[in-house]
C-alpha cells in the first residue's frame, strides 16, 4: 500500500475538446487501479482556465492579491469538484466533499482512499498545497502534473 499525491495542473483539465473526456476517463481508470492495489491518492487540482478568467475579470476593479487568489482558490475547488464527481460517478471510494484545508484533507484518508482538493490559503500555489499533504500524509510519491 503506497500513499501517492498528485498535483494535477487546471490546465491539463482543459486540453482540446475532443481529448477532453478521454483524458478525464483516463485518469479515472489509473486512479481506479491504484485504489485496487490498495494505495491512497490525493489529488490537489488546479484552476487553469476558470482562474485565469476570473482573475483578469477582477483584475481591474481589485488590487488587493490575496482577494484576487480567492478567486483563484474558487477556480480550483470548482476543478476539484468536477474531479471528484467524475471519480464517484465512476464508482471510485473518494471523499464526500472538498476539504478546505490539508489537515482536513489528511483525516478524510481515515474515510476514503482518494481525496479530491483544490487551493487553500492565499499565496499558496497548488502545487506547495500537494507538497504539504504530502509531508502531513508521510506520501511515498508527491507527482506534480502538468502540460
Not at 487540482?45 to 482562474?51: I, K, L, Q
Not at 506520501?139 to 506534480?144: E, K, S, Y
Amino acid at each position: 500500500m503506497a500513499t501517492i499525491v498528485l498535483a494535477l495542473g487546471g490546465s491539463l483539465l482543459r486540453p482540446e475538446v475532443e481529448e477532453r473526456h478521454s483524458w478525464i476517463e483516463g485518469m479515472i481508470s489509473i486512479i481506479r487501479d491504484r485504489v485496487a492495489a490498495d494505495d491512497r491518492i490525493g489529488i490537489v487540482v488546479g484552476g487553469g482556465a476558470p482562474a485565469r478568467e476570473g482573475i483578469s475579470l477582477a483584475r481591474p476593479i481589485i488590487d488587493n492579491e490575496d482577494r484576487l487568489d480567492r478567486i483563484g482558490i474558487a477556480a480550483t475547488r470548482l476543478n476539484a469538484t468536477i474531479i471528484r464527481e467524475a471519480l464517484a460517478e465512476a464508482g471510485v471510494m473518494v471523499s464526500g466533499s472538498i476539504p478546505h484545508s490539508v489537515n482536513e484533507a489528511s483525516m478524510l484518508f481515515d474515510e476514503r482512499p482518494v481525496v479530491v482538493m483544490g487551493g487553500t490559503v492565499p499565496g499558496h500555489t497548488t502545487d506547495a498545497v500537494a507538497i504539504r499533504l504530502a509531508i502531513m500524509t508521510g506520501a511515498d510519491r508527491c507527482i506534480i502534473g502538468t502540460n
